[in-house]
């Protein structure tokens, strides 16, 4: 049987031949003014994450991009002289990383992995990661924060954007019509209704589990803020559907 997670690869790939907004690389003229210092990162649709989020310099910093491909957040930090990786699972969007980073002339790794399996990195080999919306195409979120924090040396930051769970709730965003948790793999009415609007396999998740999986791992969550979806019905009526956390991993 097809593993979920290449149904969803395959399902971005498609997406970005179309046109998907979170495959559309940076700009050269982004990247050089991020290089001159006016930069900015997302983490959710709209808001932009906090300079102070991160430290005060990145040159030399070892930075891994968390399903974070399609050559957005991570060229700026490039710019700003972060070593960065990036590990996804679709290869358009690490196409994409590498499409950048020949553009504009620095070293960038991909790997092609799967966040659901072992990350393919020592321990402790991280200063920062950078986790993007993207562990709502995962049933199990304790995992990742688990390899988050294998990954990343003591004192390092964990950055993510997080779904909150309500988009799961309605198809048209104006009637309730599914319960929580949203889940696929054991609902066949929610994987007939992804199947139908060609949106891979994804999966709700409450905050006990995207925050409390986050301290249960070893973090110290110092940061958070809330987003909507940037345009729609819930976000006219400005309802909160996602939330960016900055965690610390404990330790010295």
């Known amino acids: 049987m097809e593993k979920y997670t290449d149904v969803n690869a395959r399902t971005i790939d498609a997406w970005n031949r ?24 997302v983490l959710t649709p709209t808001k ?50 590498e499409l ?15 966040m659901t399996e072992r990350f393919p990195f020592a321990d402790e080999t991280f200063d920062v990661i950078v986790h993007p919306v993207s562990n709502c195409y995962v049933k199990e979120v304790a995992h990742v924060f688990s390899e988050c924090a ?22 048209d965003e104006t009637t309730i019509v599914n319960r929580l ?11 007939q209704k992804l199947q139908e609007s060609g949106d891979g396999v994804q999966f709700s998740h409450t905050m006990e589990e ?14 958070l803020y809330e987003d909507t979806n940037g345009s729609g019905r819930l976000h006219d009526l400005n309802i909160p559907t996602f939330l960016a956390t900055r965690a610390v991993k404990e330790g010295k």
């Open 210 to 223: 995207q925050i409390g999986c986050q301290l249960k791992a070893g973090f110290r969550l110092t940061h």
């Open 150 to 171: 294998r990954v990343l040396k003591k004192g390092g930051i964990l950055v993510c954007g997080l779904d909150n769970g309500i988009n799961y709730i309605t198809d």
């Open 100 to 114: 950048v980073a020949r553009r504009e002339g620095y070293a960038v790794e991909t790997v092609r992995a799967d």
């Open 18 to 41: 179309e046109g998907w907004e979170w495959g559309v690389p940076l700009s050269h003229e982004a990247f050089l003014a991020a290089a001159a210092g006016e930069w900015k990162v």
């Open 181 to 191: 948790p949203f889940d696929p793999l054991t609902d066949a009415a929610c994987m």
């Open 48 to 97: 932009i994450m906090p300079r102070s989020w991160l430290p005060a310099s990145l040159k030399g910093v070892r930075v891994l991009g968390l399903a974070a491909g399609g050559g957005q957040q991570i060229p700026v930090l490039s710019a700003l002289g972060a070593r960065c990786t990036v590990l996804d699972y679709s290869p358009s969007q690490l196409e994409r990383e």
